[in-house]
T-cell receptor, first 114, second 114 residues
């Protein structure tokens, strides 16, 4: 069975600084997909970034990038130049190829300080 | 604009009462999902449906029921058998067969007990 673990319940970062959120996963599948979602106080879940496990290159979306270490089963999210609007819960999720189930971690609450 | 609409935003249930949460999508997605979100526990899957007239139990299906009579609609009923229904409920959808595609989420329904 797949599991996703986020070991940092809460984090804070100063505005304009860089922060890294950790995520590890466990799967026996060869092909799978990883996602980071953001849930601001408004509660709507928004996709931040995704990564295909078969791609070695780390995904990047503007200020957001991932450090995907397949052998270590690690999928951390780096937020550069943090902004107040980045304050939110961040969830890591995994989906095995050919399945419909997404497995979510318990989330990391990030607070960006002015 | 395409999206997922959940209603109502807030819902109150009396003891012994069944309540139904609505979820409608106009994204033409085949798969739809219901999650329950409690503080510190991330998202837990209640039910999901890959196709009309078919659905599968998730990890915490007891006390809940669903139907999928139309592609666009996936209502969730919280029955009186669910003894601790107070939570935030999220509906999501995704494209069938495209594992790298993320889920799209509604804005959620907060259910409370009177």
């Amino acid at each position: 069975a797949q599991t996703v673990t986020q070991s940092q319940p809460e984090m804070s970062v100063q505005e304009a600084e860089t922060v890294t959120l950790s995520c590890t996963y466990d799967t026996s599948e060869n092909n799978y997909y990883l996602f980071w979602y953001k849930q601001p106080p408004s509660r709507q879940m928004i996709l931040v970034i995704r990564q295909e496990a078969y791609k070695q290159q780390n995904a990047t979306e503007n200020r957001f990038s991932v450090n995907f270490q397949k052998a270590a089963k690690s999928f951390s999210l780096k937020i550069s130049d943090s902004q107040l609007g980045d304050t939110a819960m961040y969830f890591c999720a995994a989906r095995a190829s050919g399945t419909y189930k997404y497995i979510f971690g318990t989330g990391t609450r990030l607070k960006v300080l002015a | 604009d395409g999206g997922i609409t959940q209603s109502p935003k807030y819902l109150f249930r009396k003891e012994g009462q069944n309540v139904t949460l609505s979820c409608e999508q106009n994204l033409n997605h085949d798969a739809m999902y219901w999650y329950r979100q409690d503080p510190g526990q991330g998202l837990r899957l209640i039910y999901y449906s890959q196709i009309v007239n078919d659905f599968q139990k998730g990890d915490i299906a007891e006390g809940y029921s669903v139907s999928r009579e139309k592609k666009e609609s996936f209502p969730l009923t919280v029955t009186s058998a669910q003894k601790n229904p107070t939570a935030f409920y999220l509906c999501a959808s995704s494209i069938q067969g495209e594992s790298n595609q993320p889920q799209h989420f509604g804005d959620g329904t907060r259910l409370s007990i009177l």
